[in-house]
């Protein structure tokens, strides 16, 4: 013989419908706060009105004609091919984990051959973004951010 199916069946069955789709929800939601290291911006509404700064200093750094490639070595040194860069320029990078714990390196250079900069400190394994700065005898900056594995 079968029980009746009630009132009371159909309310454990919602409840327990929703108990489950909030506890998915929470656990997802830990798993993003802790995986977010940092903020994008400080404020909001400050970046906007930097905004268009922000695209003149890219125009007036594309004009320069600069570029870099950055790779790692096969002993993990950050290895950076410029071209058009002129010659006694630093180069200089800070590397951070986008993922996890926060984590940040500041890595130096040197110029291994003309054009090829290697740095000074191995950069550990797993995912980074290397912000680079390149800067001339005479004070020209030139910067870009790459995603590095």
């Known amino acids: 013989m079968k029980g009746e199916f009630t009132g009371k069946h159909m309310a454990v069955i919602i409840?327990?419908?929703?108990?489950?789709?909030?506890?998915?929800?929470?656990?997802m939601a830990t798993l993003a706060v802790r995986g977010f290291g940092?903020?994008?911006?400080?404020?909001?509404?400050?970046?906007?009105?930097e905004f268009n700064d922000w695209l003149e200093a890219a125009e007036r750094?594309?004009?320069?004609?600069?570029?870099?490639?950055?790779?790692?070595?096969d002993n993990h040194h950050l290895v950076v091919e410029t071209t058009s860069v002129p010659d006694g320029s630093s180069v200089n990078a800070v590397a951070r984990r986008p993922l996890g714990k926060?984590?940040?390196?500041?890595?130096?250079?040197?110029?291994?051959?003309?054009?090829?900069?290697?740095?000074?400190?191995?950069?550990?394994?797993?995912?980074?973004?290397?912000?680079?700065?390149?800067?001339?005898p005479d004070r020209l900056t030139w910067s870009v951010e790459e995603h590095l594995q």
């Open 15 to 27: 409840v327990s419908g929703f108990a489950v789709i909030i506890a998915v929800n929470l656990f």
């Open 38 to 49: 940092g903020v994008v911006v400080q404020n909001s509404y400050v970046a906007s009105q």
């Open 61 to 73: 750094q594309e004009a320069l004609g600069w570029t870099a490639k950055m790779s790692r070595s």
């Open 102 to 136: 926060p984590e940040t390196m500041q890595l130096g250079f040197i110029e291994a051959t003309p054009g090829n900069h290697v740095s000074l400190e191995p950069l550990k394994a797993g995912r980074w973004i290397v912000r680079l700065t390149i800067t001339s």
